[in-house]
Every structure is written in structure tokens, then in C-alpha cells.
């Protein structure tokens, strides 16, 4: 490959078969000039940050070594992939990252061949891998599959079933266990780096199976011995005996900055004809940029920024945010009842409870990267007499959907869980968005369903949830910012299965479920210049339900449309199960019930996908028109 001695290296690189052609020693020089262009990348468009530039040696070291996308690389969540994606053909679209129609802000298999599994959510690359490397063998062919997974990832129990199935298949996989909070590892250095290239190294394993080979001709109690030593040696040297229990070879823990100390490793497992490896990297979060280095989260997650200092931009808040609202309203209520405890999954900051651990660092659980077990430990918590609140973010409270059926529903344990970025939460896309909560959580017995409206309103549900001692409730609340309502000085219990009414009209009833009902308010009063005059209420539960309020809305108006962030058989289900119960369908009633669209929408502004989605006051008021069977067309050039 020939360089002008003035273009940049990552200029000549297009794909990684560019990058296979480099010599070694350029490679300090390209990871340099990739850091810089992530940093650029993601001051222009935010996103995450810190992990990215803590793999970059890594990311080159791997596509230097293996043949991808031959070779599978997975990368577990995506967060530190947007280096592999300026590597893998994506560079001139790197700063369209979580904008509308540009690049995921994770792996996406639509989006490249690079990307041969999409992630999101965290600790799953282990198990996708396996399933890679079993096709692969069945198929009769030799490629390499990679996972790659960080320590904070391998907290969930999800990592530890794939482990310990791959190692008991014997399926040559290789797992890169990136550890870039030293939770697992002190430094390394020259000795276990050297370790790390011997064990690894072909002499050593040939040697190894030798060892074992003669082991099995000797009697059974010499054959075990044999084996506890050799493990005890390589263990007190390298660690790792976790893994080896597993059935993983275990190499590390080496230097995930230092290409000396990658490149022979990654060689020598590459060039590894059986069983399951893991090779322990240790690496830092947020290297080479000093505003991350020094910055507490490693700049884990950034808005748009300046390069030359690190300030992010931020733009002033014209109300609080929910999530804020939640944290500063679970403060006050534990002020009151020190019974009061707070659950978060690896989320302290993301779900507003950072506040609760300063003020009580004694009742707040970071259970780690488990929701799984977050769910039942506060149904252990519960079920002592303590009033757990488990705040975890509706796209990832489907993980744990079992323990809220088995271990919480049919036992009624009061656990309380405050379900964060519920409906569409703009640049992180269909996997971050909460769709699916209210119709998992409206199906389960004696469960309490509630939706703010507001900030105020979530003030008020956060105090309802506290009193409610005898079944589990939840409430759910949106991404952003609140209407810039009134707050109250604290919160009120609300009477539970009570809706409200806020406007009365005579012809059209919006009954709204959640954060769409400042929509709703607009929606009226467009309804009224074309002569509508509509009723706007809101239910506030969708388990239990307000049957006097429903069926006092279908009794008065011709028209009854449910609006609702969530997908189909949440709310807007309810209501109609509860009318057919009732008659009423039967009398006339035009009713339509208004939901997320039977789709993922991609990623783009929370306003704009909730356009797309027509639960807008445009898309509301098109709804009132379509089920008059008039046409909004003709209506308008008449009000002109």
C-alpha cells in the first residue's frame, strides 16, 4: 500500500483488508489518528464516548489479526463500536451517528456485514457467538467467531449460561473479555503479558495436551492430581480460574493498549484449533481524551460537545425532567418511611438515583447489569416487610419478565417499579424505546398500571406507589423533559383506579393514557375551530381501569378515542374489553384506540416519531375525522 508521507493513515484505510495490509508498527500511528476521529465523530453528533476510545487499540488489533467479516465479530451492547465502524466502510457516514436515516448508535446487521449480530442491550454477545460457532461447525467450515464483552456486561447471568454451555459443547469460541474498570484485574505489566504470549502460544498448549494425554494413563486419583496442579500454577500466575472452571482456557490479564502485547495473543488464539478461549484485555475508558479520563462516567454517554475543552452543550430546560422529578419525589417520600429502598440495575444516574445514594447511601442497591435478579431480590426485599422501588427502564425490564410473573404477581409482593424512558426516546432508537410495558404489565392479576401525565402527576404516583402496601404497582413515565406544569410541594396519593377529567365537550371523548395528554389538550382545541367540541380526560390507570369514567365517556359522545404510548393490547385493550363487557360497542359508538404503529420506527427526535406514529394533536384530530368518516380536507378549506 503505498502512502504519501503526508496522508493520514485512516485516509488509506476503507474496509479491514486495507488494514490487514499495514505493517505492525504502523498501528500505533492509525489507532492515534482513529481516536481523534471518534472524538470528532462524537462531538458533532453525541453518543457514547468513553468506551470507544478505551477499545481502539483493540478495535484495530482485531481486524489487523482476524479475517473479517469472514471471521465473526461480535460486540457486546455497541457502545464501544463506533471505532470498528469508521474501520468497516462507515467512516464517511460516521457523523450521521443517532441522527434520522444515519448510523445506528450499535451493531446493526442491516446495516453492515461487519455486523453480524445487533446489540443494544448488554450480555449477549457470548450467547449469539456460540450460536455462530455450533452453524459454523455444522456447517463443516473453519472461520473464527469473536466475542467481544465488557467487565460491567459479564454482571449479568446471561454471559455466565453461555459460558458454561460453550464450555461444556467444547466449541471453539474466543471471548475478549474487555475489563476497563480494573473490577477484575490490577495492572499488568511485562511478566503478565510474557505469561499471557506463552500460555497462549501454540508449544505451551501442544505440551499442555501431552500433560493431559499421559495424565489419562494413569490411575484415576494420579489423573485428577495431575490436572488440580496444572490449574493451581497457571492460576496463581495468571488468574482466571473463574473461567477455567467454566471449561475456558483463560489467557491474560495484557495490556489493551500495547500492541506488542496484543498482536502475538490474538495470533496465537486465532491459530487455536479447539475449545472455547478467553482472553482477559484490560484497557481505560475514555483513553487518550483528557475531559473523559477525568471525568467520573469517562464521558460513558455525551451530548454534542467541544473538543478543545470537553464542554458539552446544554441547552437550558424549560421544565424538570422526568426522570429527575422521580428521583427528587422517592427522596422526599423516603424522608418519611424509612422502610423505603431503592433498586437499580447498573442505572444509578440514568434512572435519577444518584440524589437517593448521596442522601441515603445505606437503602440504594446497584445490583449490577441483572434485572433478573433485581426483580427477585426485591421481592426478597418486599416480602421482609421493606418497600422496594426497582427503577429500570421499560426496554429493559422485558428482560426480567419472568421474575415479575413468578416471583412478584402470583405472590402479590408490593414491589413498586419505576419504569423509566417509557414510549419512544428518540436517538437511541427501537431498542431503547418502552413499548411493551403496559400490555406485559396490564395482563398480570391485582397488578397497578399507572401513567403520568406530567411531572406533577408523576410526583403524585411516586406517593401512590409508596402506600400501596398489599399488591405490586408500577408507573411509568417518558424520556425528557415535563409539560412545565405546576408542581406541587409533595405528593398526594391518588385514589387507585380513578381517572380525571381536565376539559368537557359533547361530541368527541380523547381519553389519554400517559404523557400524550398535553396532545390531547392541543388536539381539543383544534377540534374546536372546526366546531367539535370534545372532552379531554385522563385515566391515569390502565390496571385498575376506571370503568365509571369509561363508560360515562361512551355513554356522552359520539366519538371515543384512547391515546396511549405503547403498543397494541396496553390501554387502549383494555378499554375496548371493558365496553364489550358492558354493551356498549353495541350502541353505536365510534370508537378507535390510538398506539404505537406495528413497527420499530427508526431513530430520530422524540417529536418527530411520535409524528410519524400519529399520536400527535395532527394525528389525533385526523383520528376524530376518519372515525366521523368526514374529510379533514374538505373541513379545512371550508374553515379557510
Not at 470537553?310 to 422521580?326: L, W
Request: glycine letters at 10%.
Amino acid at each position: 500500500m503505498a502512502q504519501d508521507s503526508k496522508t493520514p493513515l485512516l485516509d488509506l484505510v476503507r474496509t479491514p483488508d486495507d488494514l490487514r495490509r499495514l505493517p505492525a508498527e504502523k498501528l500505533p500511528q492509525l489507532a492515534a489518528e482513529l481516536r481523534s476521529e471518534t472524538i470528532d465523530a462524537v462531538a458533532v453528533t453525541g453518543g457514547h464516548l468513553g468506551a470507544g476510545l478505551g477499545v481502539v487499540e483493540l478495535t484495530v488489533a482485531l481486524h489487523h489479526v482476524f479475517d473479517t467479516p469472514r471471521d465473526r465479530l461480535i460486540w457486546d451492547v455497541g457502545h464501544q463500536a463506533y471505532p470498528h465502524k469508521i474501520l468497516t466502510g462507515r467512516r464517511d457516514r460516521i457523523r450521521t451517528l443517532r441522527q434520522v436515516g444515519g448510523l445506528s448508535g450499535f451493531t446493526r446487521r442491516a446495516e453492515s456485514e461487519y455486523d453480524p449480530f445487533g446489540a443494544a442491550h448488554s450480555s449477549t454477545s457470548i450467547s449469539a457467538g456460540l450460536g455462530m460457532a455450533v452453524a459454523r461447525d455444522l456447517a463443516g467450515k473453519d472461520h473464527n467467531v469473536i466475542a467481544v464483552i465488557g467487565d460491567g456486561a459479564m454482571s449479568a447471568g446471561m454471559a455466565y449460561e453461555a459460558m458454561n454451555n460453550a464450555g461444556a459443547m467444547n466449541s471453539r469460541l474466543i471471548v475478549i473479555l474487555n475489563d476497563n474498570d480494573m473490577s477484575i484485574a490490577p495492572p499488568v505489566g511485562a511478566m503478565s503479558s510474557y505469561l499471557a504470549r506463552l500460555l497462549s502460544g501454540k508449544a505451551y498448549r501442544t505440551l499442555r495436551d501431552i500433560g493431559k494425554q499421559l495424565a489419562h494413563r494413569l490411575p484415576k486419583f494420579f489423573e485428577e492430581k495431575a490436572e488440580l496442579a496444572e490449574e493451581y500454577v497457571r492460576g496463581f500466575w495468571t488468574g482466571g480460574t473463574l473461567f477455567e472452571e467454566l471449561g475456558f482456557y483463560y489467557v491474560g490479564p495484557i495490556d489493551g493498549h500495547d500492541f506488542d502485547h496484543l498482536l502475538p495473543v490474538l495470533r496465537n488464539v486465532r491459530d487455536a484449533q479447539s475449545g472455547p478461549i478467553l482472553v482477559h484485555v484490560v484497557t481505560q475508558k475514555g483513553k487518550g481524551y483528557a475531559p473523559a479520563e477525568t471525568s467520573a462516567d469517562k464521558y460513558h454517554g455525551v451530548v454534542k460537545f467541544d473538543v478543545a475543552t470537553g464542554a458539552q452543550s446544554k441547552s437550558k430546560a424549560a421544565a424538570p425532567a422526568y426522570t429527575n422529578v422521580f428521583g427528587d419525589s422517592l427522596i422526599q417520600e423516603a424522608r418519611k418511611d424509612e422502610r423505603i429502598v431503592a433498586i437499580t440495575a447498573a442505572m444509578p444516574s440514568g434512572t435519577g438515583l444518584d440524589g437517593f445514594a448521596k442522601e441515603f447511601p445505606d437503602r440504594i442497591f446497584d445490583v449490577g447489569i441483572a434485572e433478573q435478579h433485581a426483580v427477585t431480590f426485591c421481592g426478597g426485599l418486599a416480602a421482609e416487610g421493606l418497600k422496594p422501588f426497582a427503577a429500570i427502564y421499560s426496554t429493559f425490564l422485558q428482560r426480567a419478565y419472568d421474575q415479575v410473573v413468578h416471583d412478584i404477581a402470583i405472590q402479590s409482593l408490593p414491589v413498586r417499579f419505576a419504569i423509566d424512558r417509557a414510549g419512544l426516546v428518540g436517538a437511541d432508537g427501537p431498542t431503547h424505546a418502552g413499548a411493551f410495558d403496559v400490555a406485559y404489565l396490564s395482563c398480570l392479576p391485582r397488578f397497578v398500571v399507572m401513567a403520568a401525565a406530567d411531572e406533577a402527576d408523576l410526583k403524585h404516583m411516586v406517593a401512590t406507589a409508596a402506600a400501596i402496601d398489599d399488591r405490586p404497582s408500577a408507573f411509568r413515565y417518558p424520556r425528557g423533559e415535563g409539560r412545565g406544569v405546576p408542581m406541587p410541594d409533595a405528593g398526594i396519593p391518588l385514589e387507585i383506579g380513578k381517572g380525571r377529567i381536565l376539559r368537557e365537550g359533547t361530541k368527541v371523548a380523547l381519553l389519554s393514557f400517559g404523557a400524550r395528554l398535553g396532545e390531547c389538550l392541543n388536539a381539543a382545541d383544534e377540534l374546536s375551530s372546526y366546531g367539535l367540541s370534545a372532552t379531554v380526560a385522563d385515566a391515569r390507570f390502565a390496571k385498575p381501569l376506571d370503568l365509571d369514567l369509561v363508560a360515562r365517556l361512551a355513554r356522552e359522545h359520539e366519538v371515543l378515542i384512547t391515546i396511549e404510548e405503547g403498543s397494541i393490547g396496553g390501554f387502549g385493550s383494555q378499554v375496548l374489553q371493558a365496553l364489550a363487557e358492558q354493551g356498549a360497542l353495541d350502541s353505536g359508538l365510534k370508537i378507535r384506540t390510538m398506539v404505537l404503529p406495528d413497527l420499530f420506527l427508526e431513530q430520530d427526535s422524540p417529536a418527530a416519531m411520535y409524528a410519524r406514529a400519529g399520536l400527535d394533536a395532527k394525528g389525533i384530530v385526523a383520528k376524530v375525522f376518519e372515525a366521523l368518516g368526514r374529510d379533514i380536507r374538505v373541513e379545512t378549506v371550508k374553515l379557510a
